[in-house]
């Protein structure tokens, strides 16, 4: 499968930055969400969306961020509001797996100017 993340960009302190990552493939049945990673820290979970709906955050993230999917569209996506400095990073969004390690797409990067 090959994810592909859009609408990264530069954004101030406060503003808002809608993600979406659309799969070439189906998505259904399969959890979906967004890691980020900045510059040299470990990537880490920021958002999780189940099969069903369910939705998990980040602690960092919670109130702010929302994320979303349309299995027809084979799409996701992540609300960011309020956006931090600490927000600022690569976005991947995955598809995760039963069995083995997630599928990744490419990235988006965000910078969230103070």
């Known amino acids: 499968v090959q994810l592909q993340a859009f609408g990264g960009g530069l954004v101030q302190a406060g503003g808002s930055l809608t993600l979406s990552c659309i799969a070439s493939?189906?998505?259904?049945?399969?959890?979906m969400g967004w890691y980020r990673q900045a510059p040299g820290q470990q990537r880490e979970l920021v958002a999780r969306?189940?099969?069903?709906?369910?939705?998990e955050y980040a602690d960092s993230v919670k109130g702010r961020f929302t994320i979303s999917r349309d299995d027809a569209k084979k799409t996701v996506w992540l609300q960011m509001d309020n956006l931090k400095a600490d927000d600022s990073g690569v976005y991947y969004c995955?598809?995760?797996?039963?069995?083995?390690?997630?599928?990744w797409g490419q990235g988006t990067l965000v910078t969230v100017s103070s």
């Open positions: 995955f598809r995760e797996r039963q069995t083995g390690s997630p599928d």
């Open positions: 493939e189906s998505i259904f049945s399969f959890p």
């Open positions: 969306i189940g099969r069903f709906g369910y939705t």
